[in-house]
């Protein structure tokens, strides 16, 4: 079954910068969009950003455009989340997820304060 271990989240200071990853299993990775999500307490979950199978195609949500980068190894079925440029409003559970599964992962915390 579908399975999703996020990992690489802290805290960092406004400015300051963290990698994701996503590492994935139970399915052929490289034939599925991942996607990463997030969730600010008190808020929905938010979509941040979403990467094709092959990697050639990425989606932003609008406030991590030019910030963020999402990336994957599919020799390593994995899916990363560069973050740069963070601020306290970043700060959230970060998720990834297939496109198109109901499954989530634990989630990793991002916290952005000085």
């Known amino acids: 079954q579908v399975q999703v271990v996020e990992s690489g989240g802290g805290l960092v200071q406004p400015g300051g910068s963290l990698r994701l990853s996503c590492a994935a299993s139970?399915?052929?990775?490289?034939?599925?969009?991942m996607n990463w999500y997030r969730q600010a307490p008190g808020k929905e979950r938010e979509f941040v950003a979403g990467?094709?199978?092959?990697?050639?195609?990425?989606n932003y949500g609008d406030s991590v455009k030019g910030r963020f980068t999402i990336s994957r190894d599919n020799a390593k079925n994995t899916v990363y989340l560069q973050m740069n440029s963070l601020k306290p409003e970043d700060t959230a559970v970060y998720y990834c997820?297939?496109?198109?599964?109901?499954?989530w992962g634990q989630g990793t915390q991002v916290t952005v304060s000085s």
């Open positions: 997820k297939k496109t198109g599964s109901t499954y």
């Open positions: 139970g399915f052929t990775f490289r034939l599925f969009s």
């Open positions: 990467i094709t199978g092959t990697g050639g195609s990425t």
